[in-house]
């Protein structure tokens, strides 16, 4: 890529002009150039480059050239004249170089650095103006490279200076007309700054009077107007003014603002030494050099600054091109305009120092940060502090900065970029961690599919001794969640590693470090978010909380009631501690009775016995069987006879309820007397009969009563 660059810009540069000069042309007829220049009668030199019309312009036997004041000079026939006085030769229809020299009372004529003739003359009237083509007979021809200085220029002089064009700030050059450019209308432009500006004012000039002269023998171009041109080795078609230390650069000379070089033409040739000023030495030739050519690339590492304990951050280089051109045999020097080109010193590694008034970070937290440059920060380079969205929160080599919360997360950063001119970008960067303010939700407990944990409350969930139960945590963010738990909600321990689903183990633990306290039956868990550095700014959030407890043990259900009832009558048998949270279930001999209620009434014989159902276990109740008691009455009677005692015995009744405790009530239809002794019974029976009964009552007060008719035997 950098040999195309390089091809590209030698294609570039190399579309070289060769120089046209100008010259002015007057037509014979009419024109004049008038030039307001006073000058001392004493010593004076005109100077310039002619190609006449022809010998005599028509209708007059003399061409009025020059005006010199009062004075004239002619040109007819081959000839030039002062008056009436002949100067010598002058060919028409080529380009001759004449000289006017006056010094004292001498006037010398000079053709192409030949001295022709020397004349005592003395100007009648002061010279305050020349013309050109005054009078009725003007002349006509070509004229280029004017030139008036204000001493008597020897002939060496005018030999060495006749082919080669002005600065305009030469020593004693008081008009100088190159005819290149006119400067407003009906105005040829003076160039010389010796002794202010004489423009020279046209008369009666029509159509195209500024003509090419190339065949004026100047040693063209000027390159005293030339400027040199620097341009991106990157990008050729770039003007730039101004580089890194070490940068690669072309340069170009060239004239009239263009981009391409002016060479001069040929047979003329150039010798371009480019100059540098050095502060010790004045102008001194460069690292390129004497070349023929007006353009050339420094490579890299070549064009330094001197940066050592460089304050400002560059050097200034001014560079100028010393010109010759000539033929062989002479030659004309030229100096292009002077140029600078800022060359910058590369940044040195940044060191600084950098405060913050706290640390760790949170989001919501205010710090006020001053950061200052401690190495050298020239006063040419920009030196722009950045935050860490690359919003500009100061300039210069210091700051003092207050960061407004929220701050960015997960880092504050402030950054400083220092640039100087055209050198790489330099930046260095600190950065702190914010932590963000973390975000806490809800917990809970899983109870779906899961038979041994209920909720029973608002947050408060019921569960089976020995089981486990899964927690769940949702909306939590900005930090790192930590189970904990509590038995007294004043005292929260860490649950261990910790994840969005949490299992508790088995409840009640008894092992350390999670065994619960004698008695407890509780236990409350939260979430405790933890801010993501530690240490932080940030203070941790805390969940809900929720309890789960134990649900409490089965109490064995104690059944009451009697043992025994009679027979026909209804016992009820009841759960001395009912828990009306308890489901219960009755059974008879084991077999299932449609009761779930805390008691049963029944007549029915038989061993009852209930099961009550927690949400964790089941019981049975101990056995509680009823008898139902049935006593049976038997009278047996050994008869006797008339008028004596019949004895009675009921001792063969029973009770079903297998109780031999039995008691005995008898009773005669006549009330007479008898003896009751136990189960036997003595009566004398009347003579007719007597119906006797007795009632067997057992232990539970049940009874049976029987009956018999006894008849006394007749004797």
Same mark, same amino acid.
């Given at each position: 890529?950098?040999?195309?660059?390089?091809?590209?810009?030698?294609?570039?540069?190399?579309?070289?002009?060769?120089?046209?000069?100008? !010259?002015?042309?007057?037509?014979?007829?009419?024109?004049?150039?008038?030039? @307001?220049?006073?000058?001392?009668?004493?010593?004076?030199?005109?100077?310039?480059?002619?190609?006449?019309?022809?010998? =005599?312009?028509?209708?007059?036997?003399?061409?009025?050239?020059?005006?010199?004041?009062?004075?004239?000079?002619?040109?007819?026939?081959?000839?030039?004249?002062?008056?009436?006085?002949?100067l010598?030769?002058?060919?028409?229809?080529?380009?001759s170089?004449?000289?006017?020299?006056?010094?004292?009372?001498?006037?010398?004529?000079?053709?192409? =650095?030949?001295?022709?003739?020397?004349?005592?003359?003395?100007?009648?009237?002061?010279l305050?103006?020349?013309?050109?083509?005054?009078?009725?007979?003007?002349?006509?021809?070509?004229?280029?490279?004017?030139?008036?200085?204000?001493?008597?220029?020897?002939q060496?002089?005018?030999?060495a200076?006749?082919?080669?064009?002005?600065?305009?700030d030469?020593?004693?050059?008081?008009?100088?007309?190159?005819?290149?450019?006119?400067?407003?209308?009906?105005?040829? !432009?003076?160039?010389?700054?010796?002794?202010?500006?004489?423009?020279?004012?046209?008369?009666?000039?029509?159509?195209?009077?500024?003509?090419?002269?190339?065949?004026?023998?100047?040693?063209?171009?000027?390159?005293?107007?030339? &400027?040199?041109?620097?341009?991106?080795?990157?990008? *050729?078609?770039?003007?730039?003014?101004?580089?890194?230390?070490?940068?690669?650069?072309?340069?170009?000379?060239?004239?009239?603002?263009?981009?391409?070089?002016?060479?001069?033409?040929?047979?003329?040739?150039?010798?371009?030494?480019?100059? &540098?000023?050095?502060?010790?030495?004045?102008?001194?030739?460069?690292?390129?050099?004497?070349?023929?050519?007006?353009?050339?690339?420094?490579?890299?590492?070549?064009?330094?600054?001197?940066?050592?304990?460089?304050?400002?951050?560059?050097?200034?280089k001014?560079?100028?091109?010393?010109?010759?051109?000539?033929?062989?045999?002479?030659?004309?020097?030229?100096?292009?305009?002077?140029?600078?080109?800022r060359?910058?010193?590369?940044? &040195?590694?940044?060191?600084?120092?950098?405060?913050?008034?706290?640390?760790?970070? $949170? &989001?919501?937290?205010? @710090?006020? +940060?001053?950061a200052?440059?401690?190495?050298?920060?020239?006063?040419?380079?920009?030196?722009?502090?950045?935050?860490?969205?690359?919003?500009?929160?100061?300039?210069?080599?210091?700051?003092?900065?207050?960061?407004?919360?929220?701050?960015?997360?997960?880092?504050?950063?402030i950054?400083?970029?220092?640039?100087?001119?055209?050198?790489?970008?330099?930046?260095?960067?600190?950065?702190?961690?914010?932590?963000? +303010?973390?975000?806490?939700?809800?917990?809970?407990?899983?109870?779906?599919?899961?038979?041994?944990?209920?909720?029973?409350?608002?947050?408060?969930?019921?569960?089976? *001794?020995?089981?486990?139960?899964?927690?769940?945590?949702?909306?939590?963010?900005?930090?790192?969640?930590?189970?904990e738990?509590?038995?007294?909600?004043?005292?929260?321990?860490?649950?261990?590693?910790?994840?969005?689903?949490?299992?508790?183990?088995?409840?009640?633990?008894?092992?350390?470090?999670y065994?619960?306290? *004698?008695?407890?039956? =509780?236990?409350?868990?939260?979430?405790?978010?933890?801010?993501?550095?530690?240490?932080?700014?940030?203070?941790? !959030?805390?969940?809900?909380t929720?309890?789960?407890?134990l649900?409490?043990?089965?109490?064995?259900? +104690?059944?009451?009631? @009697?043992?025994r009832?009679?027979?026909?009558?209804?016992?009820?048998?009841?759960?001395?501690?009912?828990?009306?949270?308890?489901?219960?279930?009755?059974?008879?001999?084991?077999?299932?009775?449609?009761?779930?209620?805390?008691?049963?009434?029944?007549?029915?014989?038989?061993?009852?016995?209930?099961?009550?159902?927690?949400?964790?276990?089941?019981?049975?109740?101990?056995?509680?069987?009823?008898?139902? $008691?049935? *006593?049976?009455?038997?009278?047996?009677?050994?008869?006797?006879?008339?008028?004596?005692?019949?004895?009675?015995?009921?001792?063969?009744?029973?009770?079903q !309820?297998?109780?031999?405790?039995?008691?005995?009530?008898?009773?005669?239809s006549?009330?007479?007397?008898?003896?009751?002794?136990?189960?036997?019974?003595?009566?004398?029976?009347?003579?007719?009969?007597?119906?006797?009964?007795?009632?067997v009552?057992?232990?539970?007060? =049940?009874?049976?009563?029987?009956?018999?008719?006894?008849?006394?035997?007749?004797?």
């Open positions: 890529m950098k040999l195309l660059k390089f091809i590209f810009l030698l294609l570039f540069l190399q579309t070289e002009i060769f120089s046209q000069n100008k !010259c002015i042309s007057l037509d014979g007829t009419n024109d004049s150039i008038y030039i @307001p220049v006073t000058l001392t009668l004493d010593s004076f030199t005109i100077e310039m480059w002619v190609n006449p019309l022809s010998n =005599c312009p028509s209708g007059g036997p003399n061409g009025h050239f020059l005006e010199l004041g009062s004075e004239n000079v002619y040109y007819c026939n081959g000839n030039l004249y002062l008056n009436n006085l002949l010598g030769a002058l060919s028409s229809s080529m380009w170089h004449v000289a006017f020299v006056v010094d004292n009372s001498n006037i010398s004529y000079y053709n192409d =650095c030949n001295l022709i003739s020397s004349l005592n003359f003395n100007f009648t009237t002061s305050n103006r020349i013309i050109i083509g005054k009078g009725t007979q003007k002349f006509g021809g070509k004229v280029d490279e004017l030139k008036v200085f204000t001493n008597a220029k020897t060496l002089d005018l030999c200076s006749k082919n080669c064009v002005c600065k305009g030469e020593p004693d050059l008081t008009v100088y007309f190159d005819f290149d450019n006119t400067c407003g209308t009906n105005l040829i !432009c003076d160039i010389a700054t010796f002794n202010g500006i004489n423009n020279g004012t046209l008369f009666n000039f029509s159509g195209s009077f500024i003509l090419n002269a190339n065949n004026s023998n100047l040693f063209t171009p000027n390159y005293y107007s030339a &400027e040199i041109k620097t341009y991106s080795y990157s990008y *050729p078609f770039t003007e730039i003014q101004s580089i890194c230390s070490g940068d690669p650069i072309s340069f170009n000379l060239t004239l009239n603002n263009s981009s391409t070089s002016i060479l001069p033409m040929p047979p003329l040739s150039g010798v371009f030494e480019w100059q &540098e000023f050095d502060l010790t030495n004045g102008w001194v030739q460069t690292f390129i050099g004497n070349t023929t050519s007006s353009y050339f690339t420094i490579p890299s590492n070549v064009l330094i600054a001197s940066c050592t304990n460089n304050n400002i951050g560059y050097e200034d001014i560079y100028r091109v010393k010109v010759t051109i000539g033929n062989g045999s002479t030659s004309c020097t030229y100096f292009s305009r002077n140029d600078t080109l060359v910058y010193c590369p940044i &040195e590694p940044i060191q600084w120092n950098v405060i913050i008034s706290q640390n760790p970070l $949170c &989001e919501d937290s205010r @710090p006020i +940060i001053s200052s440059i401690t190495s050298l920060v020239p006063s040419s380079t920009d030196v722009v502090w950045k935050d860490g969205n690359g919003t500009i929160v100061g300039v210069g080599a210091s700051i003092f900065y207050i960061a407004n919360p929220p701050l960015p997360s997960p880092q504050l950063c950054k400083a970029i220092i640039t100087n001119g055209n050198c790489d970008v330099v930046s260095r960067d600190t950065c702190w961690t914010v932590d963000p +303010i973390p975000i806490c939700g809800t917990i809970s407990a899983i109870t779906a599919n899961d038979p041994d944990i209920t909720l029973v409350g608002t947050n408060k969930y019921g569960i089976c *001794p020995g089981k486990d139960a899964v927690l769940q945590s949702s909306g939590f963010s900005n930090g790192i969640i930590q189970w738990y509590s038995f007294d909600l004043s005292t929260w321990s860490a649950l261990g590693s910790s994840n969005p689903i949490q299992n508790t183990n088995t409840l009640a633990q008894t092992l350390p470090p065994n619960w306290p *004698p008695g407890t039956s =509780c236990i409350s868990y939260r979430i405790k978010n933890k801010p993501l550095s530690n240490p932080s700014a940030c203070s941790p !959030c805390y969940s809900d929720i309890k789960i407890c649900y409490p043990q089965i109490s064995t259900p +104690i059944l009451s009631g @009697p043992a009832i009679c027979n026909g009558s209804f016992a009820t048998i009841f759960i001395t501690n009912y828990n009306s949270s308890l489901t219960y279930q009755w059974y008879n001999n084991g077999i299932l009775i449609p009761n779930t209620s805390s008691s049963i009434t029944t007549n029915q014989a038989g061993c009852y016995q209930v099961i009550a159902t927690g949400k964790c276990t089941s019981v049975k109740s101990q056995t509680k069987c009823i008898a139902v $008691c049935k *006593p049976t009455a038997i009278i047996t009677c050994i008869m006797k006879c008339k008028n004596q005692a019949a004895m009675l015995s009921a001792c063969t009744s029973f009770d !309820c297998s109780n031999p405790q039995l008691t005995f009530a008898w009773s005669a006549n009330n007479g007397p008898g003896i009751a002794s136990g189960c036997n019974f003595t009566h004398t029976p009347a003579p007719f009969g007597t119906q006797y009964s007795v009632t009552t057992d232990a539970s007060n =049940c009874t049976g009563t029987t009956s018999i008719f006894v008849m006394p035997c007749q004797n």
